[in-house]
């Protein structure tokens, strides 16, 4: 990253650089509610606005597709709803001005009115997470140093959201450059949990999570490098998915040696975040390493039989990443539900120097992650602007000499070899999405869990980073809530490459799952 300027005074970054941080005009019925209309009216337009805004994404597409339902009613109703809910869970942040979402809805209509559409998101209302690049809508990254930087292009996977016909609104908020799951910066501040406003709502993809489960966009993306995509799908009753690596093309500064961060849907059911991974997904001639094919195989219906499906329940890699009371009961239940589907659920999980493995993730995080930021911290100016979280991460990664790396980078493929042969024995791995239920929204992380202390930011976060690991495909799924009534998650984790496998188990989990572990948040009560 270069430390360039422009005649402001401030980064001239590259496009690549900023991007390795990571009807006929028919308007249709407006369903908001203008001056002086009657309160009968108003509550007509109230049902209108959840009618739409409660739909599931692949439905609201054939509506659409159909034109039982105009694109500017769909986009009237998500930006009612986010008028009304977002001030209260600040999730969605750099929101669009309504006449000119409005005016791309009308063109979408116009398009169908021509026999024209662009894809299974025509006419969507869709924010992206504020770590990708969208042309012309300011990209943070969460840090005061990028609070005025406006891309001039689509990142890659972005490209793909607008040529499936997206419209997009605004970003959803995360953290400073991604780092932490739980959704806090000093341009946006905190994003709030869709259960409990006093409560965290994780991160990194914690605005796009609350999003949707606020019912305020109809599917989300989200990227994943500890339990970014998982932990706030967790916390807030939500479906992430951590798909493999090269599964979803994404920018990065260097093609040749990839980060372990990832690009993957978000949804409020298993089909719905199929949909999603359908248009992400595919080969990308800009990112070698990306996986062939498309997003075609995403399409196909998910119904199988997991009748002998052996299921291994792993906890807490037997102490190794330690949780809250309640945390692995709740997950537990989750986990023998598939039992009902025919699976045989046991308690088991890898052996391995789990010490050792932790310190090879750490390792290879700070080089990771520090190197995008490195930029930021040679200059003091903006050094001085960064979390501690982000000068850890740099100053971790520039005590590591290359053999240090060389030798966690072999640690980890040990690792991941091991896990294969445990996905031999067994079908799939079930682990909590988070070793701890939502906490305080002002705290910064868990300082102590189970009466142990976490060493670093993200060491609550073990039995998630473990997985990233491993390179194996999770898909985050509600597990339930505590007695409190605060969520969480589970992990169902397959071999590498084997995400239509997560979706298919996911999606029979999902018919299983009981009411009570179904319940709205309380602020879409009276809907």
Not at 52 to 65: E, G, P, R, W
Not at 187 to 200: H, K, P
Not at 388 to 404: C, F, L, N, W
Not at 436 to 441: A, K
């Amino acid at each position: 990253m270069t430390n360039n300027e422009d005649d402001s005074g401030k980064p001239a970054l590259s496009r690549r650089e900023i991007l390795g941080l990571a009807a006929g005009a028919t308007m249709g019925a407006a369903v908001y509610a203008a001056p002086g209309q009657s309160a009968d009216r108003r509550a007509d337009n109230t049902r209108r606005t959840d009618d739409i805004v409660l739909m599931d994404a692949t439905v609201l597409s054939k509506n659409i597709h159909s034109r039982k339902i105009s694109c500017v009613e769909v986009m009237n109703a998500y930006l009612e709803q986010i008028e009304r809910i977002n001030p209260k869970v600040n999730a969605i942040v750099a929101l669009q001005e309504r006449a000119d979402l409005l005016m791309q809805a009308r063109e979408r209509d116009a398009q169908l009115a021509r026999g024209e559409s662009l894809g299974v998101m025509h006419g969507f209302p869709h924010a992206v997470k504020d770590l990708q690049a969208v042309k012309g809508i300011r990209m943070t990254l969460g840090s005061p140093i990028l609070k005025e930087f406006v891309p001039a292009a689509d990142g890659l996977m972005v490209e793909r959201l607008r040529n499936a016909g997206a419209i997009f609104i605004g970003k959803t908020n995360t953290p400073e450059f991604g780092l932490g799951s739980h959704t806090y910066n000093p341009v946006y501040g905190a994003t709030r949990n869709a259960y409990d406003l006093t409560r965290s709502a994780g991160g990194s993809s914690g605005g796009a999570a609350v999003s949707l489960a606020l019912r305020m966009l109809p599917v989300a993306d989200g990227s994943d490098y500890g339990g970014s995509l998982r932990n706030p799908a967790g916390w807030n009753g939500v479906y992430g998915f951590r798909t493999s690596i090269g599964r979803v093309p994404n920018d990065a500064r260097d093609a040749w040696l990839p980060s372990m961060s990832v690009t993957g849907p978000m949804a409020r059911n298993v089909t719905d975040l199929a949909m999603l991974l359908s248009v992400q997904a595919g080969f990308d001639a800009r990112v070698p390493l990306s996986l062939d094919g498309d997003g075609t195989p995403f399409q196909r219906r998910l119904e199988s039989s997991f009748k002998g499906k052996r299921i291994a329940w792993g906890a807490d890699f037997k102490g190794h990443a330690p949780c809250e009371a309640g945390v692995l009961e709740v997950c537990r239940k989750a986990a023998q539900s598939l039992e009902s589907l025919g699976c045989v659920v046991e308690e088991a999980a890898p052996d391995f120097d789990f010490d050792a493995l932790w310190q090879a993730t750490i390792r290879l995080r700070g080089w990771q992650q520090g190197a995008s930021i490195q930029a930021f911290y040679n200059d003091p100016a903006q050094r001085a602007l960064l979390k501690p979280e982000a000068i850890y991460e740099v100053e971790t990664g520039m005590r590591q000499s290359a053999r240090d790396i060389t030798a966690a980078s072999v640690l980890r493929t040990d690792w991941s070899q091991t896990v294969r042969k445990f996905l031999e024995r067994y079908d799939f791995l079930i682990l909590p999405t988070a070793q701890v239920f939502p906490f305080d929204v002002n705290e910064h992380w868990p300082r102590q869990i189970a009466g142990q202390a976490m060493q670093t930011y993200h060491e609550w976060m073990k039995g998630t980073l473990l997985v990233t690991m491993s390179g194996c495909p999770a898909l985050a799924a509600p597990a339930g809530f505590s007695e409190a009534g605060l969520p969480i998650g589970i992990q169902i984790i397959a071999p590498n490459r084997q995400e239509f496998s997560c979706l298919q188990l996911a999606y029979a989990y999902e018919s299983a799952l009981s009411p009570g572990n179904r319940r709205l948040p309380p602020l879409l009560g009276r809907t």
